[in-house]
């Protein structure tokens, strides 16, 4: 038979945990507001004026200052092995130096290595972020090819971790092809989740590369050569179509 938790008096919880910002102005996505913010536990409670609260609340004036939601950086690449480099920025300094800007949530790519699953993938980077970040982070997940075992993945990423958001690569050697595109998105949208792709016609690149490093240009300034804009728009075109198309379809169904 388990003990009963006792609820412990409030005021003999740690202040610490109880923090009230005095005579800011409050932004919200509609309005600018003068008042007071009280935050138990890290969660907003009250919004107001004379706010009635705990004795020992740790308090900040911001008289004269913006009180404003803490931005969210969707897109960011710590800790990230890729062709044979390694970005600078591990999950500690990243998320420290967003902290330091007014950035609370990063969501960074859980990119699998060959012959890993998404699934794993996933856990891997859980293991180099959860003892690190010092804010708020997710994870999209990278779907470096298609198969039944990527789509359940998906499903169990998506039932029992919360992921929502997938991306796809049109170029690399680990590119899709036009169906794996058009299954990927369908059953993102069965599962109501995010497809994001890198949309480049990674065919044309390789050709263009090839002939670049016959003529000499092997420097970095040969990546952009290779990538013309109209080749990013080719691809961006095809991705919309296959995107509307498999919408199309389980519309039909």
């Known amino acids: ?19 009230l910002i005095k005579n800011g102005k409050i932004v919200n996505e509609n309005e600018i507001t003068d008042g007071d913010i009280y935050i138990e536990d890290g969660v907003i409670k009250q919004l107001g004026r004379n706010l009635i609260i705990p004795g020992g609340t740790r308090t900040i004036d911001a008289r004269g200052r913006y009180v404003m939601p803490g931005g969210i950086d969707p897109h960011t690449h710590f800790e990230f092995e890729f062709m044979g480099t390694k970005s600078v920025d591990d999950f500690y300094h990243g998320t420290k130096a967003a902290i330091a800007g007014g950035t609370t949530t990063i969501i960074d790519f859980a990119f699998p290595k060959p012959g890993e699953s998404p ?26 090819g298609w198969s039944d075992q990527v789509k359940k ?22 590119m899709v092809d036009d169906g794996e595109l058009y299954s990927a998105f369908e059953h993102c949208k069965n599962l109501g989740a995010i497809a994001q792709v890198h949309a480049e016609n ?52």
Not at 2 to 19: A, C, D, E, Y
């Open 1 to 19: 038979m388990s003990t009963p938790v006792k609820k412990v008096p409030i005021h003999l919880q740690s202040s610490q945990t109880r923090l």
């Open 119 to 144: 699934l794993d993938a996933y856990h891997t980077y859980r293991l180099k972020a959860d003892g690190k970040v010092c804010c708020d982070y997710g994870l999209h997940v990278c779907l470096t």
């Open 153 to 174: 993945d998906m499903d169990l990423l998506c039932r029992d971790h919360g992921v929502n958001s997938f991306k796809l690569f049109m170029c690399y050697d680990f």
């Open 202 to 253: 990674g065919k044309i690149i390789i050709k263009n590369a090839e002939k670049l490093i016959a003529k000499g240009v092997t420097g970095p300034e040969g990546h952009e050569i290779s990538r013309p804009e109209e080749v990013e728009a080719e691809a961006v075109n095809r991705a919309c179509v296959i995107a509307k198309q498999g919408h199309s379809s389980s519309n039909r169904q």
